[in-house]
């Protein structure tokens, strides 16, 4: 059974940082990606960074220049480094775990960020 552990969440100011982190156990396929996901109410859920199994790193437009992903393979864990957070970054943030074929995935439970003076 494919379990999530997500941390880092919560409030902070704006133009302050936060680390995210995510830990993936159980799951049943050869990881290829981590990456995290947002959600803001009445938004749909877009990408924020994506790494692969290689390093390999993409980045949502908002994102870029302020936040970093980065992974330790061994322990399937991803990590998502917030700078320069803005009230506009405020959103619930989804891990995801991605296999090689498409259909292999797993979303994690989400962890709300709130970026408020």
């Known amino acids: 059974q494919v379990q999530f552990v997500e941390s880092g969440g919560g409030l902070v100011h704006p133009g302050g940082s936060l680390r995210l982190s995510c830990a993936a156990s159980?799951?049943?396929?050869?990881?290829?990606?981590m990456g995290w996901y947002r959600q803001a109410p009445g938004y749909q859920r877009e990408l924020v960074a994506l790494i692969t199994s290689s390093g390999s790193t993409s980045y949502g437009d908002a994102v870029k220049g302020r936040f970093t992903i980065s992974r330790d393979n061994a322990k399937n864990t991803v990590y998502l480094q917030m700078n320069s957070l803005k009230p506009e970054d405020a959103a619930v943030y989804y891990c995801?775990?991605?296999?090689?074929?498409?259909?292999?995935?797993?979303w994690g439970q989400g962890t709300q960020l709130t970026v408020s003076s």
């Open positions: 995801k775990v991605s296999g090689w074929v498409s259909t292999q995935y797993y």
């Open positions: 159980g799951v049943s396929f050869s990881i290829y990606a």
